[in-house]
């Protein structure tokens, strides 16, 4: 008997928990941080999977071959949870990225560990992706990811890049930073708010690379260490101009604002804001008509999906999201505005 595609990932799922269930994570050599999010996933399991499935139910609805012959890509896999969930699915090639090479170090030890074999590790960003694919001449037949889609830092470059590998193949991103949502834009906010005024804490979201000090601080140490002669007032000015920017990019800004003596911010968003050291974007309000326009060609198919609230153990908490997930279903792809997330899919034809 065919299992139906609910079926296939409900075991899954299953299959999934038995193996990861039943891992001391701290007795693993790997960081703090992927400790952290491992441990995370192992207390709320059944909170996150319903998400997972949801990413997962779209991936193959869109598969125009057998998940036997078809080979998923994990961008910005974190500690791996998406890669475990399509080597237990049982694609053909299951290639996990991380920009982060600790958590592409952990991930090979955790699914050794958990039985769960990986076929390729790709450590860096989408350029090392694109080159590995390419010069293995490995086919890709989807490239998904969860919640990584708000930190990329240059959205237009990442899929300037990605049309270099070779067609079909479609993208299947989903992100709980919906903007179009007003209670989540409200939180994103306060989010930015924080990462460039106040600072950081070592939560379970941060790891090694990442900043403690307000975004802005730093921007503000990096222009008076390249311009030790400016006074105070004028880097105030640029370094609030360069929000959103990092590494090179706020230098060539301000030797651009300089230069005109024209001091204007480069961006238009009131509170966006990215991690100056490394470019992680603090959950990126992200412009999707613009994103839309700047993918959508006569080869491409682009759409914004709706998500479902995952229910917990509280029940309370749970009326009310019986009552979002029925709207959300009820209106389709006018329920953005509702949805707790959304998943960007495009789809790139020959």
């Not at 952290?36 to 499935?53: A, G, H, I, S, W």
């Not at 699915?89 to 996990?96: E, R, S, T």
């Not at 460039?196 to 802005?216: A, C, H, M, Q």
């Not at 966006?272 to 008509?289: Q, R, V």
Request: positive net charge.
């Amino acid at each position: 008997m065919v299992q139906s595609d609910t079926e296939l990932i409900d075991s899954a799922i299953h299959s999934l928990f038995e193996k990861i269930s039943k891992v001391d994570i701290g007795a693993i050599a790997i960081s703090e941080y992927n400790q952290r999010y491992f441990k995370e996933y192992q207390k709320n399991f059944y909170f996150f999977m319903p998400l997972y499935k949801q990413l997962i139910q779209k991936v193959l609805r869109k598969l125009s071959k057998p998940i036997s012959e078809s080979n998923f890509v994990d961008y910005g896999g974190g500690c791996g949870i998406l890669s475990y969930l399509a080597v237990e699915l049982g694609f053909k090639n299951v290639i996990y990225n991380d920009i982060y090479d600790v958590s592409v170090s952990d991930v090979k030890i955790i699914s050794q560990r958990i039985n769960c074999p990986i076929d390729c590790f790709i450590s860096g960003d989408i350029k090392d992706v694109v080159s590995y694919v390419n010069t293995a001449d490995l086919s890709v037949d989807v490239i998904s990811s969860f919640d990584v889609l708000e930190h990329i830092y240059d959205l237009e470059n990442w899929f300037d890049e990605i049309n270099k590998v070779a067609k079909p193949f479609f993208i299947c991103f989903m992100t709980s930073a919906n903007t179009t949502n007003p209670i989540i834009n409200r939180r994103l906010k306060k989010i930015h708010y924080n990462a460039e005024y106040v600072g950081s804490t070592k939560n379970v979201d941060w790891k090694e690379r990442d900043s403690i000090l307000p975004f802005l601080e730093i921007r503000k140490n990096i222009i008076s260490t390249k311009w030790p002669k400016i006074d105070d007032k004028k880097i105030n000015i640029l370094a609030k101009n360069t929000r959103g920017l990092f590494g090179e990019d706020i230098i060539k800004s301000v030797e651009k604002q300089i230069n005109t003596k024209e001091y204007k911010q480069e961006l238009s968003h009131p509170t966006n804001t990215c991690d100056p050291l490394t470019g992680n974007w603090a959950e990126n309000s992200i412009d999707l008509k613009r994103l839309k326009n700047k993918i959508q060609n006569k080869k491409t198919n682009v759409q914004f999906t709706s998500g479902y609230y995952s229910y917990s153990n509280n029940k309370v908490l749970n009326l009310p999201k019986y009552t979002l997930n029925f709207f959300i279903k009820l209106f389709g792809k006018q329920s953005l505005f509702l949805s707790p997330n959304y998943t960007l899919e495009v789809v790139y034809k020959n």
